[in-house]
């Protein structure tokens, strides 16, 4: 069983993002996909998570739920 982890962060001139995520396999043919994000210039959150099923060793379905808090007016 294998939980896997993932950290990035991405920048623009104007803006600068961090995202965690993980990925948890479970019951063989499924994954247990998280994530957290934030925007620093717009200190904007985001909360993802999903499930992942594996049809075969190189095919997959999935879906995601995800919802961003936006502290700034657009």
Same mark, same amino acid.
């Given at each position: 069983r294998r939980v896997l982890f993932r950290?990035?962060?991405a920048s623009t001139p104007d803006q600068t993002? @961090?995202?965690l995520a #993980?990925? $948890?396999p479970f019951g063989?043919? @499924?994954?247990?996909? #998280?994530? $957290?994000?934030r925007n620093q210039e717009t200190k904007d959150d985001k909360l993802a998570v999903g499930l992942q099923h594996f049809l075969s060793?190189?095919?997959q379905?999935?879906?995601?739920?995800?919802?961003?808090?936006?502290?700034q007016d657009v």
């Open positions: 950290s990035t962060q993002s @961090y995202v #993980a990925v $948890v063989g043919a @499924y994954a247990l996909r #998280a994530g $957290v994000g060793k190189r095919t379905i999935y879906g995601d739920l995800y919802r961003v808090k936006a502290t």
